[in-house]
């Protein structure tokens, strides 16, 4: 039996776990390359270099020998980032120490260290470039909302009064730059540290398979640490915590933190990744509860209300709780670290604030709020609907073995077994790093002792630790060099990195161009740097017996010549990775919009046309062609987005076949590229292929145009459909003798109407050609347009149903509407039913304009689709009667009339094709199964359809009529096949009277089609 929670009882059981397992989780710092404190001594040299007079001194180096040899120059800094430098170096201090202690050490070392997140896909509308996949990511995010561009409106809104007066947040301050400054800062010495400390250890920090590794990672690092010169600073995150809150830690849904950043194997052991998870999923389901409550009215509201209501309240005061404990949780996190990070360790006031914000915060954001609804069951049946298993074992772990999950989550151990590593590392570092074990994956660990380690490594004269105020030196200590050099690198403006290279180049160095192109530039740190943990990770990807490749610094790539000449050859590197570098990497282009053929929501550019051996099949053609997004907002893009076919010389059309995706993966994608069913930022772009089985090689010379129409969804009742909207026609390459492939044309020719061959154009769900226009019956007789129409879905589509509506524009320059009727041959021939066409079937449509004054004639025609116009014909110089056409050309085979047609379920013959009393034709049909089984049969499971030469149908309708009855007296709606029997049946084919029948064609619903030719001998002595 459950009972309500009580908020005093389960207050103290958290107090004390929870509260011991925070404060330790925070105060633990192992994976840390430099200790923070190192990372601020050296991230200090730059700074001061750089506010003087606005530019860092950069050296020259020889690799080889390790030599500094003079300064290469004086090069300007970021005219941003000195700004903030200048102003705010408290905020930059905090910066500096980075994921040590921003947003928190968990999700510092869980997430933004090892580098297992995904890259962002970067902004096309402003040319930000995707990022490299793991900490990069994070640096790029944080890069970009502090530096990085901003479009007109948004800084029209933040300079708007209503900014002011409301308190808009901005991520442009001083204060937010110099903590992102900081941010680079602490990465690009994470890259140098890792690779010399990884050396000795045996590879990244790690807990398994060997716990020596971690043990030499804790005692290594630290030792450096104390050795480390003394200097005294502060460190603030006054006017960041805002930002570390709204860009690090609050996920919210569809944020690039929810989607990107705070995923990944560690997202369990991170408070801001496992909250945002919680808190988003109990956001939907109080979103869900308001439409279902409005949905009802009346009593039917108060019912569900009164039913559900309580919980979601419960629920709205749960997501405010989360949402208040997220926002205190940087400065939380800041005022541990200002305990035990930045200076001496206080762990007493890092116990008390811990404790506080357990107190005030995290019970509660755990599902303990001030409701008697809230019971154990209930709190664990919310979360395991919302959570993955692992996260809510996670927070069950926390209430059971908190101070083993949240150490051992960060470091391994507890915080009694690492406390004499970390204080005295010193004393420990013989017995550690002197001694085998901590090598795993292929890697091994370097024995050291510290004599050798003071006197060779860090050029410190001391034979143990007799002298302790003895410091290393920034010059005599490659990982502090490189760190520093990399850091002025970093902060160069777009001027300040050309200068650099033209002085590299005037030593004669082979440097490669700018990483960017023009003023696109961000900070050498960007696109590279995949993980923190790793070693020589400036160099690329490492490839079994091959080059490096992948995401590389741009200096070290080539042959390396810029690295060779700034930095300072380090304990730990790959040996020979210079000779053996990642390739040179072009600039990306800006943005390339040529080419593109605006449509309505996407616009398409044609990529490539193959005709021939695609896909093994010589009967294929393959488009390629990429998709731009041409609105505001963000789109996915799918299959259901457009629809395509090719356009025949002859004017038939060919329906898709297959389409796929050309990019499957992200690593795959170019720029500004996105997978399918992403979400799609504007002028974001996807390439799709497109498969049509043209035929043999002259149908395939026959193919010229390809036309593309938008899809818009449409809500008809509880479901979405999707309708045509506007259509491009797009000239294609042609396939010539001997398979030479010939331009396409400049543009296609107008439809102007009649003439033997005239095309079809596309215009929805149909395709139109126009035949004649004119007034037939004197100057002062309605305007009639005939056309042809044929259909180019693949279901079923009414003649008089294809949502197009037709409009008359006039010699006068006035639009006029139809009679609101449908025509068949001519204006006497009027519709009575509708005309249903199968694919590709086509059918005679006259319109007629009775407004028209005299005097004027037709000048175009407009075919329109829920007011968008589809396609326009321009009718100057068309006959007034319809032309006679050539035959159209007829696939070969096919099963001639009279003989059995076999399809997914029946077999159907035509026996027998004769005209009515009315002159509309009419056919004996017989229907059989070979199952073994009964079947009912329907008039709709079976479509019949008789076609003249031209293409024009007509399809049976009604009920089914007795065979030996030429009277159309209804015989049976259903029949019932009684193997091996055939039944027999008469169909009728309303207003067929003017076809000739030249094929007939069976269509079994959601199956298969067949039929095939009619002869002249099948049709003697009917046509009566």
Request: glycine letters at 10%.
């Amino acid at each position: 039996m459950t009972t309500p929670l009580n908020r005093r009882s389960m207050l103290e059981r958290w107090r004390l776990g929870l509260g011991t397992a925070l404060l330790c989780a925070l105060v633990s710092t192992p994976a840390a390359a430099w200790k923070p404190k190192t990372h601020i001594y050296l991230a200090e040299q730059v700074r001061v270099d750089a506010v003087d007079d606005g530019k860092v001194t950069i050296y020259e180096t020889d690799y080889e020998t390790g030599k500094i040899l003079a300064p290469l120059g004086a090069f300007e800094v970021n005219p941003a980032i000195l700004a903030a430098l200048r102003q705010k170096p408290e905020q930059f201090r905090a910066g500096v120490v980075g994921p040590d202690a921003y947003p928190d050490i968990l999700t510092g070392q869980q997430l933004i260290h090892p580098g297992t997140n995904k890259s962002l896909l970067g902004d096309p509308e402003k040319g930000e470039l995707p990022s490299a996949a793991g900490t990069d990511a994070w640096l790029t995010h944080l890069w970009r909302k502090a530096y990085g561009p901003k479009s007109a409106a948004q800084q029209q809104l933040e300079e708007s009064e209503a900014a002011k007066i409301l308190r808009l947040a901005r991520n442009d301050t001083p204060e937010i730059r110099a903590f992102v400054a900081g941010y680079i800062t602490h990465a690009a010495g994470d890259m140098f540290m890792h690779t010399f400390v990884n050396y000795y250890t045996g590879g990244d920090f790690a807990i398994s398979p060997d716990p020596r590794n971690a043990l030499k990672h804790i005692v290594l690092e630290g030792y450096v640490g104390k050795r480390t010169p003394s200097f005294s600073t502060r460190a603030s995150i006054d006017g960041v915590d805002g930002f570390i809150y709204r860009e690090m830690v609050r996920g919210s849904p569809g944020s690039v933190l929810d989607q990107r950043l705070l995923q990944g194997p560690g997202d369990k052991a991170s408070i801001p990744a496992i909250f945002s998870q919680l808190r988003n999923g109990l956001q939907r389901d109080v979103d869900t509860y308001d439409r279902e409550r409005m949905s009802r009215s009346g009593p039917a509201r108060l019912a569900y209300a009164a039913a559900n209501g309580p919980e979601a309240e419960y629920k709205k005061a749960w997501i405010e709780d989360i949402d208040n404990g997220l926002r205190a949780w940087p400065q939380v996190s800041h005022q541990i670290a200002l305990a035990i990070v930045y200076g001496d360790s206080d762990p007493s006031r890092a116990k008390e604030v811990a404790t506080k914000y357990l107190e005030d915060h995290l019970i509660s954001m755990a599902g303990a709020p001030d409701f008697a609804i809230a019971t154990v069951v209930f709190i664990r049946k919310v979360m395991s609907s919302i959570l993955p298993k692992v996260l809510t074992d996670a927070i069950s772990e926390l209430t059971k073995q908190p101070l083993e999950w949240m150490i051992k989550k960060s470091t391994g151990r507890t915080l009694d077994e690492w406390s004499a590593y970390i204080n005295a590392p010193e004393v420990n570092f013989d017995p550690v790093m002197n001694a085998p074990g901590g090598g795993y994956g292929g890697q091994r660990e370097t024995l050291i002792s510290l004599t050798d380690f003071n006197r060779k490594v860090l050029k410190i004269d001391d034979p143990a630790n007799q002298f302790p105020d003895r410091r290393f030196k920034i010059e005599d200590f490659p990982p502090a060099f490189n760190t520093v050099q990399m850091t002025k690198i970093a902060f160069l403006s777009e001027k300040g990195t050309k200068d650099l290279l033209a002085a590299l180049k005037a030593k004669g160095v082979n440097v490669p161009a700018m990483p960017t192109a023009p003023g696109k530039y961000e900070s050498a740190m960007l696109g590279f740097l995949n993980s923190m943990d790793g070693g020589n990770r400036w160099q690329g990807t490492s490839e079994k017996g091959g080059a490096l490749s992948g995401s590389a610094f741009f200096l070290a790539r080539g042959d390396a010549g810029g690295w060779r000449h700034l930095f300072l050859k380090q304990i730990g590197e790959r040996e020979n990775w210079t000779k053996n570098a990642a390739p040179e990497k072009a600039a990306t282009a800006p943005l390339d919009d040529t080419g593109f053929n605006p449509v309505q929501l996407w616009a398409v550019r044609l990529d490539e046309v193959a005709y021939g051996a695609v896909d093994g099949k010589t009967r294929n053609v393959v488009v390629t062609a990429t998709f731009r997004n041409d609105t505001t907002q963000t789109l996915p893009f799918s299959d259901k987005q457009v629809r395509t076919v090719l356009g025949r010389k002859d004017g038939v059309e060919v329906s898709l076949l297959r389409m796929g995706y050309v990019h499957q993966t992200e690593d795959a994608l170019p720029p500004w590229h996105y997978l399918a069913n992403t979400p799609i930022p504007p002028k974001g772009r996807i390439t799709a292929r497109f498969v049509y089985e043209v035929g043999d090689n002259s149908a395939q010379q026959q193919v010229h145009m390809w036309t593309v129409t938008q899809q818009l969804p449409r809500l008809e009742g509880l479901k979405i459909k999707y309708v045509d909207g506007k259509s491009v026609r797009i000239p294609l390459p042609t396939l010539g003798a001997g398979g030479r492939i010939e331009a396409p044309a400049e543009s296609l020719p107008e439809i102007r109407g009649g003439g033997l061959g005239g095309a079809f154009t596309l215009a929805g769900r149909m395709s139109y050609r126009v035949d004649a226009a004119g007034r037939r019956g004197g100057p002062t007789a309605p305007i009639e347009v005939a056309l042809t129409a044929r259909n180019n879905t693949e279901k079923s589509m009414s003649l008089q149903t294809a949502y197009n509506t037709f409009v008359l524009i006039g010699s006068d320059g006035v639009e006029y509407e139809t009679d609101g009727n449908n025509y068949g041959r001519s204006g006497a021939d009027a519709m009575k039913r509708g005309r249903p066409l199968q694919r590709n079937e086509q059918a005679v449509l006259t319109l007629v304009f009775p407004r028209p004054p005299a005097g004027v004639t037709p000048a175009r025609l407009l075919v329109k689709s829920q007011d968008a116009p589809m396609a326009e014909f321009y009718l100057a110089g068309a006959p007034l009667k319809r032309p006679t056409y050539a035959p159209l050309p007829q696939a070969p085979g096919g099963v001639a009339a009279g003989q059995v047609v076999k399809l997914n379920t029946f077999q159907v013959r035509l026996i027998s094709l004769n005209r009515g009393d009315d002159g509309d034709w009419e056919a004996v049909v017989g229907f059989k199964v070979d199952s073994g089984l009964m079947k009912k049969i329907v008039e709709s499971d079976i479509d019949i359809s008789i076609s003249d030469a031209n293409g024009e149908a007509r399809h049976a309708l009604g009920n089914f009529y007795l065979a030996d009855d030429l009277s159309r007296k209804p015989y049976l709606a259903t029949l019932m096949l009684v193997p091996p029997l055939e039944m027999r049946v008469r169909v009728w084919f309303p207003e067929s009277a003017s076809l000739k029948p030249d094929r007939y064609n069976m269509y079994e619903s959601y199956g298969i089609s067949k039929g095939g030719p009619i002869s002249a001998a099948f049709v003697a002595g009917a046509d009566r």
